[in-house]
Each structure stands twice: as C-alpha cells, then as structure tokens.
C-alpha cells in the first residue's frame, strides 16, 4: 500500500479527546480507521455492499432483540406468540417484518458483495485471510438465517428443519449421534427450538465479531477496487470521510427504499405461504422448500441421487471458495482486463440463476437436470475453468496507477502484472 | 434413525409428487378487484362488516378462528358497545375458580374467537376426517390469498369434468389442488341476509367473506400502507438530498 500522509482531524487537538487517547486510543483508531482512512478513488457503487452488510447486521441484531423480547421459544406456544407480535404488541408488525425481509435483504447485500469480489479479484494476494474470514460470515449467516427460520414454528420451519438436520444423519457411523444431538431428542421437538433459539441469538454477535476480523484484515492492504491494482500514491487515495461516507449514506438511501418497499407493500412475498400454518408434525407441507437465499445450494444437495453425495457436494460448494485464491491462478484481479474470465463470471452468475430455480422446483424432469448441469458448471467453474483461463487467457494491459486513467500523465506503459498484449 | 430417513425420503418424495401434481392441477387463480390492494389499499368497512357475517353465520360452524379477539372487531368498525353484546352471545369455559371448579361464563372482547370444536380430532372426527383449516390467517397461508379463497368459494361444479371421478363424500372445486375437497359448497345465493340490504349472490357472499379473511391475516394492513408511504416519501427526499451531497462532497475529485 502506499504510504498516506497522516494529517490528523481537527477534532484530535481536543484537550479531553487528547486525554482519553492517551489512554485508550479510541479516537485515534476512530480517525485512522474510520475518517482519514485511505480508500482507492475509483471505488464504484458495488463497493457500497460491504458497509451495508454491516448495517444490515445491526438492523437485524436490534430488531431480533425487540422480537425476543416478545417471543415464547415452545413448541406450544411459538407460533402463537409470533401472531400476538403481529396482531398485539406496538407496531409488532413493523419489527417482524424488517426482520423477516431483512433476513432476504442480508443475503441480497452479501451476494452482490461476494459476486463483485469475485468479478474484480478482491480474493487475490494479499486479500487472501480477508476473503476466508468473509466465507466464514457467510457461513454462521446460513447457520442463523436457518435456525431464525425455524423459530416462528411454522409448517416451512418445521419442516425444513427436519430435512436440513437429518442431512447429517447421511455421514457413516457417527451421522445419526449428531441429528440425535442437534435434536435433543428423538424428533424435532421442543429441545431443538430451545435450543435453536439460543443459538440464533448468539451468532449473530459471533457474527459481529468476526465482521471486526474481516475489517481488520481489510485495513491492513486497503480496500481492492475496479482496476484491480495496487495503488502506486497518494494520489490513488482518499480519505474514506467526506467521500466515501457521502457515498455509502446516498447508496444506503436507495437501499432503503428497496428494502421499505418489501417491509411495507409486500412484506410476505419473500416467505413461504406454508409457513403461516402452525407446525404439525403429522402433516406434510406438498412441497417443502428453503428460503430463496438457500435454493441454490439446495439444488445442489439434490443433483446427485446419493444421500451423502449430496450432502457432501452442497458443503463442498461453500468450501471450495475457501481454495478459491489458488484456484484461480491469474494474477491479474480484475474483470476488466481478462476478456476471457468476464465471460465466465456472467456464466457463474447465470449458472447460480439457474441452481436456484432447480431448488425451488420439485426435483424431477428438466429442473432436475438443468440442476444436475448447473452443479456440475458451479464445480467445473473452479476446478476446471478457473485454474487454466490463468494460463490461456491473455489480459488485456493494465494501467499504469489508479489515478492514471482519470488524470492522465504518468508514464503510458503498462505494468508487467502479467504478459501485457494488446486487444485481441 | 433408519426410520427418520426414511420418513425423510418419504417427506420428500410423496411432497413432491404431490406438489408436481398439484402445479400442473391448478391453474392460477384469477386476480379480483379488492378495495384493499396497492399502495393505497383501505378495507371497505361495510365489506368487512359483511364478510364477518357471512364467517359467523356460516363458516364459524366448522373453521376456527383462534388467532382473532372479539376486541379486534374494532378494525372493522364495530364500536365498543357492539362488540360487547357480540361477544355476549358465546358461552366460554372460564377457571378453574376458588372451588377448583372450571366454569361457564359470557365471552368477553378480550377473549379469542370461541373455536367450533374442542380440538383438531373432534373437527376431523366431525368432518368426515377432513380439518377445516384455521381461517385467522387462511389469506397469508394459501397460494393467491383472498383471490384463492374467492376462486375457492365460487368454484364448485356440481358436474365434474367427463372422466374424473369424485370420491364419495367430496365435491369437484376448479380452483381446489387436486380437485377434491371435503367441504360442501358452504355458500349459494340468499345464504345470509345482509343488514344492508345488498344482494346476496354467491359472489357477493364470496367476496364479502374474503375481504374479511384478508383483514383477518393482515389487520394491520392500513397502518402499514399509510406509514409505507410516509416512509418511501421520506427515503426518497432522503436519497435526493444524499445525491447532492455526495456531488457535491466529490465535485473536485476526479474518478
């Protein structure tokens, strides 16, 4: 990173701020992390997506608190305390549906945030233990949303908890101790709400903490942008405040907007109708069905006919982006300048599309197959095509700095990031 | 465990059959005209009112409705005083008292709808063991809402189609997965008289009822449209004034 000459703000000269941060460093790390915290100055909208996952962290922490203070975790009493926060409680509704729609909205902002570190490379030296640390939040947010979707006990949560914890019945020898041990019993039952519960409400500050980890290893290279390169100056840099906070403010507006619609003009289109109905353990859902942000990797589950096959392969797609920084073996980051790899990215994008309608239908005739090809692009993706576009794909030049394509000047050449080539 | 996997696969499979059946069954529910739908949506008071009717002098006899009060009738323009001597007409089973003793007493506001049957087994048993749903929340619980339940209500044909064949205590409904159902057809003109005096036709009937099932789901329906547009006016000057200032917070930056 280049080195950015430190001007502290105004606020710093402050006798007790002075006094504190003698102390406690508080509001050094405050200046230096959050106001004159240099940030590339080409960063596009889709960088935006990082800091609303965070807010959208807090918004879901606080508007879960509010419902667990309403909530009865009981098999009994679950579904009906859930309506009386509906229909009851003070604007019940509200908060159940920003947190509801705020569970699809989460996954929205940290899809568009992983796809766009996919696009631009931000996974590559030396974002590396960056990238791990975000596969791991969006794993304890697959763990959360699944449990948070159980715990209003409807037919969808019954169910769908059913068939998730009985996946882990499929490993040999020790698969039925852990669905016994996840249940806390024979079934389902009331020890798995219980249970699912507590747990719903500790990952999300698991959540949290790991988000500090992710940020901490963000600041340390700085954020990736657009061009993919390292920044050469100062004059690549910004400070993070005034631009980018004006940035994120007006990009977490039009967010809210998307989101406000949801919340208050279709707050159930989201959800699942099944999951209105109180759980019965004696009847069956027609069609049991994950939330959409799970479709995907629900269609994997199902494209193989074995059981642990399937299991094994839907893990395996979440694990496989932990090898991604070596499996892409292109030293270049950005899509821009890899003509060939910019393909392949909307194919992956397309090939998600696809695993998430062959989740939502029944698995059978062409959506079982257009699941079956998908699974298998989704892994060729990485094994296949990932691995040897970095030896056949010759990227476009690189410019010189980051300030470069805006200011002109410098030198005219290229980097020797990689083989340079002109346009073929 | 072989037993939950078994169950599981079973689950799944049965689940989705039927599910592939009942797609390719039933065709989508036409969409109706409702006072309460879109940005502006309001329940027409008097539907409502209607609607109640037609539920308590008709579907209250087998459906439940175990999430509503008496007290919420208030959302459709009862006032207090009526809605007290509504609630006086049910008996409810009220204890145990200082005696131990469970005892019967005059339902009051703050108490739920009074269910039909004691349990789910008595309403099978009395229904030829099919369960009238629940009706508190049938509009958010069914594919289409109150359009499926309009669909529903006035989609009975007392001929089914050539080549099917209705099941002895089942009735043919075009809108109903997999075309058998249960429930006889509960409406037909002149079922109830309105106070009003409007016509009681099916349809009527039918509409009138939805409505209410679909205040009954979404009580809240109103606040939530009026508060929504407050809020999307209040984001979208939000977002305009957040524009100008990020413009003009980069106007000197070149990128």
């Known amino acids: 990173m280049a080195k950015y000459d430190y001007v502290p703000s105004p606020f710093m000269a402050n006798s007790i701020v002075k006094w504190v941060d003698h102390r406690l460093p508080i509001f050094s790390l405050i200046d230096h992390e959050l106001i004159k915290y240099p940030a590339p100055r080409n960063l596009n909208y889709l960088w935006n997506f990082g800091s609303l996952a965070g807010i959208m962290l807090v918004v879901m922490i606080l508007s879960g608190i509010f419902l667990a203070m309403n909530y009865n975790p009981s098999t009994a009493g679950a579904f009906d305390s859930v309506e009386r926060i509906m229909r009851d409680v003070n604007y019940g509704w509200l908060i159940r549906y920003i947190h509801m729609n705020g569970a699809s909205m989460f996954f929205i902002v940290v899809y568009i945030h992983i796809l766009r570190g996919l696009y631009y490379g931000s996974y590559k030296y030396p974002r590396e233990i960056l990238w791990w640390l975000g596969i791991v939040i969006f794993i304890a947010m697959m763990a959360t949303a699944f449990m948070g979707y159980v715990l209003p006990w409807g037919q969808m949560s019954f169910w769908g908890a059913t068939v998730i914890t009985n996946l882990f019945s499929a490993f040999p020898i020790v698969g039925e101790h852990i669905v016994l041990w996840l249940w806390g019993g024979f079934s389902v039952d009331n020890p798995t709400l219980n249970r699912f519960f507590a747990l719903h409400y500790l990952l999300p500050f698991v959540i949290a903490g790991v988000v500090l980890l992710h940020l901490w290893a963000l600041h340390v290279h700085g954020s990736n942008n657009p061009l993919g390169i390292d920044a050469k100056g100062p004059q690549d840099k910004i400070p993070f405040h005034p631009y980018y906070t004006a940035k994120d403010a007006f990009g977490l507006a039009v967010f809210l907007i998307f989101y406000a619609y949801f919340v208050f003009f279709s707050p159930y289109s989201l959800g699942h109708p099944d999951n209105w109905i109180e759980a019965n353990p004696l009847v069956t859902p027609a069609h049991i069905v994950p939330e959409w942000y799970f479709l995907p990797f629900y269609a994997v589950l199902r494209a193989v006919p074995d059981k642990l096959g399937g299991v094994l392969l839907m893990f395996g797609a979440i694990v496989i982006l932990f090898l991604l920084p070596w499996l892409d073996t292109s030293r270049v980051r950005s899509a821009r300048f890899r003509p060939v790899y910019r393909v392949f990215f909307w194919l992956f994008v397309i090939c998600c599309l696809v695993l998430g309608y062959a989740g939502s239908q029944p698995a059978e005739g062409l959506p079982l197959i257009l699941g079956q090809v998908a699974t298998i692009w989704y892994f060729a993706h990485f094994l296949v095509f990932l691995p040897l576009l970095g030896w056949f794909e010759r990227p476009l030049p690189l410019p010189a700095s980051i300030a470069e394509p805006v200011l002109g000047g410098g030198k005219s050449g290229t980097v020797a990031a990689s083989k340079p080539m002109e346009k073929a | ?255």
């Open chain 2, 1 to 255: 465990m072989r037993t939950a996997k078994l169950l599981i696969a079973s689950v799944l499979a049965f689940g989705l059959g039927i599910a592939a059946a009942s797609a390719a069954e039933t065709p989508k529910v036409p969409t109706q005209k409702w006072a309460h739908t879109g940005f502006f949506g309001t329940f027409d008071r008097a539907e409502l009112q209607r609607g109640y009717q037609v539920y308590k002098e008709v579907c209250a006899a087998c459906h439940a409705m175990h999430q509503i009060r008496f007290r919420n009738l208030a959302g459709i323009g009862l006032s207090e005083a009526e809605i007290a001597a509504l609630a006086k007409e049910y008996e409810v089973t009220d204890g145990p008292n200082d005696e131990g003793e469970m005892f019967q007493r005059p339902a009051r506001p703050a108490d739920r709808f009074k269910s039909p049957f004691p349990n789910q087994q008595a309403a099978r048993a009395a229904n030829g063991g099919a369960y009238p749903p629940d009706l508190s929340l049938i509009a958010k619980n069914r594919v289409g809402g109150e359009n499926y339940i309009y669909a529903l209500l006035t989609g009975y044909k007392e001929t089914p189609p050539a080549g099917v064949t209705v099941m002895e205590g089942m009735h043919y409904n075009e809108w109903f997965p997999g075309h058998q159902i249960g429930m006889a057809p509960p409406l037909s003109a002149d079922r109830v008289t309105y106070a009003d005096g409007t016509k009681a036709t099916l349809e009527q009937h039918a509409h009138d009822v939805s409505v209410f099932l679909a205040w009954a789901s979404s009580p809240h329906l109103e606040a939530r449209n009026s508060l929504g547009l407050k809020v999307m006016l209040f984001l979208f000057i939000l977002a305009g004034l957040l524009y100008a200032t990020k413009r003009k917070v980069w106007r000197n930056i070149k990128h």
